[in-house]
Nanobody, 125 residues
């Protein structure tokens, strides 16, 4: 498994932007599909976005489509989540997750075997 560490969370006003980063350890990062999930208080963890090994294929939750962009830099062992036009309902702890195979469309957090510790994103109205 890869070890994952998220950064970049914080407090932002509605309409603002944040970029989350997730740094991975290990030499096999390029063989992990990567995902971002989020969990708000009292709610289940939900899928936000995912990206394939090469970065050519991406997938998004309907609620963030057109506002968030996932990308990766395999040379830096890092995956990013650019979040624009943030809304108060985007407030949550955001988690980076790794799937030890290429991305096949799953949005189930149980399929992802590696997880970071999470980073808080708070959007004020």
């Amino acid at each position: 498994q890869v070890q994952l560490v998220e950064s970049g969370g914080g407090l932002v006003q509605a309409g603002g932007s944040l970029r989350l980063s997730c740094a991975a350890s290990g030499r096999t990062f390029s063989r992990y599909a990567m995902g971002w999930f989020r969990q708000a208080p009292g709610k289940e963890r939900e899928f936000v976005a995912a990206i394939s090994w090469s970065g050519r294929n991406t997938d998004y939750a309907d609620s963030v489509k057109g506002r968030f962009t996932i990308s990766r830099d395999n040379a830096k062992n890092t995956v990013y989540l650019q979040m624009n036009s943030l809304k108060p309902e985007d407030t949550a702890v955001y988690y980076c997750a790794g799937l030890e195979r290429n991305y096949y469309g799953t949005k189930d957090p149980a399929d992802f075997g590696s997880w970071g510790q999470g980073t808080q994103v708070t959007v004020s109205s």
